[in-house]
């Protein structure tokens, strides 16, 4: 694997600085963003719960750290000046295995269940006590998951395993619970007040960068620290940013995306 350059700046001695981006403006108003996030999200299920409604997530439930996860650069750079070295180097060895998979999926169905199956749990995971590893600093899709039904729901197999009077109940059940979005058994609300996070990181980025880079959560983690990364951004317009990105062999459509 030869995408990713030895990293050169160590976590927690000095800040990220490049050239066209301020990243501690960025990062401190990310972190705002999802403190709000946090804020109205307790309110929302403190309302929730109050009225009978069921939230299955709990600490040490993980089975969802499995997903793929996307991303804005801004919500990534947050989370990568809160890792320590050795955290850092499992993300980047987790994101070689996403660029392996991005490379050997057909398309983005067996993109996902490749994901989940081989690629695996997220590194900032601890397998052991089910918790987070960067939790205070993780990205807004990690905040606005939410199961209104148990967590065997969000296995890799949870659906494919049910006998099919149980799946026509989960189907009966995601299409007349009022906060499901018909579709799955995530909890549509919460996810919709994760949209000013979006909102802030796209602003952030054009402000800054004069483009929106979104993607693999892990990916750019690792793309933080990767000079040719930075170097590619550096081009005039996301056409020339994509063939620079191209050039440094850091491009794949699944993993990074210029708006
Ligand atoms: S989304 Fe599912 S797996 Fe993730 S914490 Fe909630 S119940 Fe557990
Ligand atoms: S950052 Fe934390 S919550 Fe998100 S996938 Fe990784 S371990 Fe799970």
Known sequence: MTFLMPVTINAHEKP?????????????????????????AATWISRYTARGGKVYCAAGCFRCCDMPIRVSLAEALVVAESLTPSQFEAVEAHAERVWLNAHESRDGD????????????????????????????????????????PARFCAPDGLSSLRRSERRAYEQEVRTNP??????????????LSVP?????????????????????????????DERFWSALRSHSPRSVIAALKRARLYHPELVQIE
Not at 121 to 141: M, Q, S, V
Not at 179 to 192: C, K, N, Q, R
């Open 179 to 192: 906060v499901m979005d018909g579709t799955s058994h995530f909890i549509a609300p919460l996810e919709d």
């Open 197 to 225: 996070i979006w909102e802030t990181c796209a602003t952030l980025m054009r402000r800054e960068l004069g483009f929106e880079v979104w993607g693999d959560f892990w990916t750019l983690v690792a793309y933080s620290r």
């Open 110 to 149: 067996e993109y996902v269940e490749n994901h989940r199956r081989s690629v695996g749990f997220c590194p900032l995971l601890d397998r052991e006590t089910g918790r987070c590893g960067a939790y205070e600093a993780r990205p807004a899709r990690c905040r606005d998951t939410y199961s209104a039904m």
């Open 16 to 40: 990220l600085k490049y050239s066209r981006l301020d990243t501690t403006r960025v990062t401190t108003e990310v972190r705002r963003a999802l403190q709000r996030f946090d804020s109205r």
